[in-house]
């Protein structure tokens, strides 16, 4: 059901871009117009700004009025090279970085500014004029990928699959074997504590303790090959959402092993496919690693019921667009603008520990919502609450 009114737009508007602020508080779109940003919990417009040109990156800084915006769409408000530092209290530019080579990425925080091109990564100290910090060389990143916190750069590495840790106090660099293919999707836990990582066959969903790089937990998404649209951690780190083109939204317990200092303060874990029929109301406490579908199978050594899925789902809208698949991308990555290609998809933002959004781009540009609940078997289930179709189209 349609729980909201649709904004009042033209419907010749298409978003060309949609991410979230670092809590998902709020989230910005790219238009082929300018930029708005939305509550994220109620999908209520806060600010348009109107370019009558198009924007193929808007990112924010947290909740400040500094936004990162790059050129996209058919006829791109700034050059494809260019990332703008734009200060959306005073309405103007307040700096800006010039790469040779297309921007496919940025990160912002108030102290640093991450670009994203192709085969590598730079970082900047967030001041006027921006200065140069370091700069990493990557694998083919057509995608964007990385994320930063105040502690951590990550992004991918040299070789494809594998994964550049950057502690930012130290400048160390860590590599992390992370995928023997390449890297589909990157998160960091709120905390920048875990890392969370797919490749390009999109069947696995890896999770690494970030300061040290140790693999805690394998998680699987399917057998067929799908293409992972976004992994979010929740506010706590307990759980690992994921969206991929099959349509569904995924829900995977997280091993709270490490960080123990927090655990006190962290919600019990959600019961897994294995103990689906244990009953909160009993009072027992299943054991944390007993997550697998298959049981006691799942203890044969080298066994092939060893792995772990997720212990809720739920079907989120993919859009009338059609899809394009890796093969596609790379044959369009060297000339591609922004906003060209097919838009994002399943963009996840936790609003809190039980409930989630997954936004869409596109002409077909949604938001939706869904919530954690606890079934009579003591189960829990992924209900989609409500849904809107935020440009109004």
């Known amino acids: 059901m349609n729980t909201r009114p649709p904004i009042e737009s033209p419907s010749e508007h298409a978003a060309l871009s949609v991410a979230f602020n670092n809590d998902s508080s709020r989230f910005a779109v790219g238009l082929d117009s300018g930029f708005c940003i939305f509550l994220a919990s109620t999908c209520q417009i806060q600010t348009a700004r109107v370019f009558n040109a198009g924007l193929g990156l808007v990112q924010m800084m947290g909740n400040a009025n500094y936004l990162a915006l790059v050129g996209g769409g058919r006829a791109p408000k700034f050059p494809q090279n260019k990332v ?99 890297l589909r999707a990157l998160q960091l836990s709120a905390d920048g504590e875990l890392l969370a990582t797919a490749s390009e066959k999109g069947t696995l969903v890896r999770v690494f303790a970030t300061a040290s790089c140790a693999k805690l937990a394998e998680r699987r998404r399917g057998s067929e090959n799908a293409t992972i649209f976004s992994l979010r951690f929740s506010p706590s780190g307990n759980m690992l959402a994921c969206t991929s083109d099959k349509g569904n939204l995924h829900i995977f317990d997280v091993p709270n092993t490490r960080r123990p200092s927090s655990s006190t303060s962290r919600p019990a874990p959600p019961i897994s496919p294995s103990t689906a029929s244990f009953n909160l109301s009993t009072g027992a406490n299943p054991s944390t690693d007993a997550t697998n579908k298959w049981g006691f199978l799942s203890n044969i050594p080298f066994g092939p019921f060893s792995d772990v899925y997720s212990f809720t789902s739920a079907p989120f809208e993919t859009g009338s667009e059609p899809l394009q698949n890796n093969h596609n991308m790379r044959r369009l990555s060297d000339n591609a603008v922004l906003g060209t290609t097919r838009p994002v998809k399943g963009v996840i933002g936790w609003i809190n520990e039980s409930s989630l959004l997954v936004i869409g781009a596109g002409h077909d540009a949604r938001w939706e919502k869904f919530v954690l609940r606890e079934a009579e078997d003591g189960r829990y289930v992924l209900i989609r609450e409500g849904w809107k179709g935020y440009l109004g189209n």
């Open 84 to 182: 703008i530092i734009w200060d959306d209290s005073k309405g103007k530019v307040a700096f800006e970085i010039a790469a040779l080579t297309a921007v496919r990425g940025v990160q912002i925080t108030k102290t640093r500014v991450v670009v994203v091109q192709q085969n590598s990564v730079r970082l900047y100290a967030f001041e006027k004029p921006p200065k140069p910090l370091a700069k990493y060389e990557t694998a083919d990143n057509l995608l964007g990928l990385c994320c930063l916190t105040d502690k951590y750069l990550v992004f991918p590495g040299r070789t494809p699959g594998h994964v550049q840790v950057v502690q930012l106090a130290t400048d160390s660099v860590s590599i992390l074997p992370a995928h023997s293919s390449s």
